[in-house]
């Protein structure tokens, strides 16, 4: 329905929007998809951070980092 695409500087890339879920009467809904696609970008862009910094840190826990 909608998809935001993130990077792991967290900036979106892109919104697909699927046209089946825009219509004047639906505006709520597709306002609610669309933040709910947002935060699920947001965490898998803060679970890939996590897991970058596993591999730089060797899964040692730093103060200070995510």
């Known amino acids: 329905m909608v998809?935001?695409?993130m990077n792991g500087k967290q900036e979106i890339l892109s919104v697909r929007i699927d046209p089946e879920v825009v219509s004047?009467?639906?505006v709520g809904m597709l306002q609610d998809?669309?933040?709910a696609a947002v935060n699920e970008a947001i965490r898998k862009s803060q679970e890939m951070m996590t897991?970058?910094?596993k591999k730089?840190?060797?899964?040692?826990?730093?103060?200070?980092?995510m």
Do not use: A, C, K, Q
């Not at 730089?56 to 980092?65: A, K, M, N, W």
């Open 3 to 5: 998809n935001v695409v």
């Open 24 to 26: 004047r009467e639906e």
């Open 33 to 35: 998809l669309i933040i």
């Open 51 to 53: 897991e970058e910094m």
């Open 56 to 65: 730089i840190t060797g899964g040692l826990s730093i103060p200070g980092l």
